[in-house]
C-alpha cells in the first residue's frame, strides 16, 4: 500500500481506505468518530423524550441529529471525505443522495396530497351503494 | 513508431501534465469504488422502504401504534451494539492493513458477537410483537415496519456470515491482496448498515413513537 501511495500524491483513494496515516492516528480518528457518534445518538434519544423543548422542533431536531451522525459515520468510519483523492467516491455519493431524496420527498409529498384531496371513506362508501 | 509515441509520453511526464495517465486504478481502487457503488444502491433501496413506512406511518387499522409498541431502552441497547461493532470492525481493519494475525481476530470476534447480540434483540422483539398480536399482517404500519427493519437485520445476518468467512479466510490464507479486497469490501458494508440503522432509529423508533 505505501508504494501504491509514492508513486503519485494524487492517486485516488478506495472508499474505506486511508491515505498513509500511522497506526496511533487511525485509531484516534475511529474514536473521535466513536465518540461524536455516541454525543449525536444520546442527544436523539434525549431530545425524543423530553418536555424541555418545544415540542413541534422534536422531529425536525431528531432529523437533523440523524443527518449528522450518517455525516460523522461517513467521514470518521468510511473515509469519504471531500479531497481530491475521494471524487469520484463523493460523486458516486451525491447521485445516491439525489435519488434517495426524490424517492422519499417524492413520495411523502405526493401521497400527502392524495390523502388531502381523496374524499372521505364514508362518502365513497355511499357512493358504492 | 511506438518508440516515438513512448518518448513523447516521457516528455509529457517530465512537463508533469495533468492530463498523462497512469494507466488503469489499482485493483484495490476498482474493486473499492465497485462496491460503494453496490452499496449506494443498496441505500436507494432501503430508501424505498423508508418512504413506504413514512407514507403508511398513521394507517394502523385500528391496531397498535408505534408508541404502544416500541421500547426505546431495547432501541437505545441495539444502538450502543451496532455502534460499538463497527467501531472493532474499523480496528479490525487496522490490525489487517498492519499485518496483525492476532489483533484482527479479536477485533473480529467482538465485531461479531456485539452483531449477534443486536440480532437476539431484535429477534426477541419482533417474536413479543407477533406474541401480542401486533405481526406484520396486522396493519399496513406494521407491514411497512417489519419489512423496513426486518430488511435490515437480513443484511446484518448476512454481514456475520461475510465476517466469519473472512475470519477463516485470513486464518487459512493470510493477508493476501485479494483477500485483503474482501475485507475492504466487508468493512464497507458493515459501516453502511451503521448508516442505515441511524436512519431506522431515528424515522421508526424515535419519530414513530413520537407520532
Not at chain 2, 431502552?73 to 467501531?87: D, H, K, M, R, W
Not at chain 2, 456485539?114 to 431484535?122: M, R, S, V, W
Not at chain 2, 466469519?164 to 458494508?189: H, P, S
Request: charged residues 10%; hydrophobic residues 55%.
Amino acid at each position: 500500500m505505501s508504494e501504491l501511495h509514492g508513486v503519485s500524491h494524487q492517486a485516488d483513494l478506495a472508499p474505506g481506505d486511508e491515505g498513509g496515516v500511522s497506526v496511533k492516528y487511525r485509531v484516534l480518528g475511529y474514536l473521535v468518530g466513536l465518540a461524536l457518534a455516541i454525543l449525536l445518538t444520546a442527544t436523539s434519544f434525549f431530545v425524543a423524550g423530553t418536555n424541555l423543548v418545544w415540542q413541534p422542533s422534536i422531529p425536525v431536531a431528531i432529523i437533523v441529529l440523524a443527518i449528522a451522525q450518517m455525516g460523522v459515520h461517513l467521514v470518521f468510519f468510511l473515509h469519504i471525505t471531500t479531497g481530491a483523492d475521494n471524487t469520484n467516491n463523493v460523486m458516486a455519493l451525491a447521485f445516491g443522495l439525489l435519488i434517495i431524496f426524490l424517492v422519499i420527498g417524492g413520495s411523502l409529498w405526493i401521497m400527502d396530497h392524495m390523502n388531502q384531496n381523496m374524499m372521505p371513506m364514508d362518502q365513497i362508501m355511499q357512493m358504492q351503494r | 513508431m511506438a518508440a516515438g509515441a513512448l518518448a513523447h509520453g516521457h516528455d509529457a511526464d517530465v512537463i508533469g501534465l495533468d492530463a498523462v495517465h497512469h494507466g488503469p486504478a489499482p485493483k484495490r481502487i476498482v474493486t473499492g469504488f465497485g462496491f460503494w457503488i453496490f452499496l449506494l444502491s443498496d441505500m436507494v433501496m432501503f430508501s424505498c422502504f423508508f418512504a413506504a413506512y413514512a407514507v403508511l406511518l398513521g394507517q394502523t387499522a385500528g391496531g397498535p401504534s408505534g408508541a404502544q409498541l416500541f421500547n426505546l431502552g431495547n432501541v437505545a441497547i441495539e444502538t450502543g451494539c451496532l455502534l460499538l461493532s463497527s467501531f472493532a470492525c474499523g480496528m479490525a481493519s487496522i490490525a489487517a492493513e498492519e499485518r496483525s494475525h492476532r489483533w484482527f481476530q479479536i477485533a473480529m470476534a467482538v465485531t461479531c458477537v456485539l452483531g449477534l447480540a443486536f440480532l437476539a434483540i431484535e429477534f426477541r422483539e419482533f417474536a413479543d410483537l407477533v406474541a401480542r398480536g401486533a405481526g406484520p399482517s396486522r396493519s399496513a404500519f406494521l407491514s411497512a415496519f417489519f419489512t423496513l427493519v426486518g430488511c435490515h437485520g437480513l443484511h446484518v445476518s448476512a454481514g456475520i456470515l461475510w465476517l466469519l468467512t473472512m475470519m477463516a479466510q485470513v486464518f487459512a490464507k493470510g493477508f493476501r491482496a485479494d483477500i485483503l479486497r474482501r475485507l475492504l469490501c466487508f468493512a464497507l458494508f458493515w459501516h453502511a448498515l451503521d448508516i442505515i440503522w441511524v436512519a431506522v432509529f431515528s424515522v421508526v423508533y424515535l419519530l414513530g413513537s413520537a407520532v
